[in-house]
């Protein structure tokens, strides 16, 4: 099994940062895509940014500028920097990761347990 444990949520005023951290363990052969996601009250969870194993970042609209991921594929962690936070950021931020378990080309897809985020305006 895998497990992706997320920390560094919390509550933030308007214009401040937070860093969120994911690392990703258990019985893992090889990790791709990594990436944050997160779903407000009543909302759909949305794609926050990824990150694939060579390092190509891709951010949603609403984030670019503000934020930055980055990963350590030797310890199999994926951060996210968020800048010049926004009421509108508050929700709760899922780490999501693609994994091989071994050598068979097979992926599987994994979710970390969600972290808060609140930012006040």
């Known amino acids: 099994q895998v497990q992706l444990v997320e920390s560094g949520g919390g509550l933030v005023q308007a214009g401040g940062s937070l860093r969120l951290s994911c690392a990703a363990s258990?019985?893992?052969?090889?990790?791709?895509?990594m990436g944050w996601y997160r779903q407000a009250p009543g909302k759909q969870r949305d794609l926050v940014a990824t990150i694939t194993s060579g390092g190509r970042e891709n951010y949603a609209d609403s984030v670019k500028g503000r934020c930055t991921i980055s990963r350590d594929n030797a310890k199999n962690t994926v951060s996210l920097q968020m800048n010049s936070l926004k009421p509108g950021d508050t929700a709760v931020y899922y780490c999501?990761?693609?994994?091989?378990?071994?050598?068979?080309?097979?992926?599987?897809?994994?979710w970390g347990q969600g972290t808060q985020v609140t930012v006040s305006s």
């Open positions: 258990g019985s893992i052969f090889s990790v791709y895509d």
């Open positions: 999501h990761a693609i994994v091989a378990l071994d050598s068979s080309g097979r992926t599987y897809q994994y």
